[in-house]
């Protein structure tokens, strides 16, 4: 909701598959989770980068774990962010990924 206020339009998948499906829908920028039913945010980034190399990507997640995290930035993640954390944080992310 706090995306959409500052002018964002956003799509939410709750469901990996269901965001996988949708990644030829002309987005600017996936901002993923990891820990997502169906189909782990990872391996959505995984084919994100087969086919939208030049589309950011931002992981958020709680887990902490730095192999996740290392992994997230060798598959291609633009940046991370690590739950909890500020909309603010997300919000000038966003702003700084966005072409």
Not at 6 to 16: C, I, K, R, T
Not at 25 to 52: A, K, M, Q
Not at 85 to 90: C, W
């Amino acid at each position: 909701m706090f995306l959409d206020k500052e002018g964002y339009s956003v799509d939410l998948f709750y469901d990996g598959e269901k965001a996988l499906d949708a990644l030829n829908c002309g987005y600017h920028c996936f901002i993923l989770d990891i820990n997502v039913p169906s189909l782990d945010g990872l391996s959505i980034l995984e084919t994100i980068r087969l086919y939208h190399k030049e589309i950011p990507v931002i992981i958020m997640s709680s887990n902490h774990d730095l192999e996740k995290i290392q992994s997230s930035y060798e598959i291609g993640c633009d940046d991370y962010l690590k739950k909890p954390f500020f909309i603010y944080e997300l919000v000038q992310k966003s702003e700084k990924t966005l072409p």
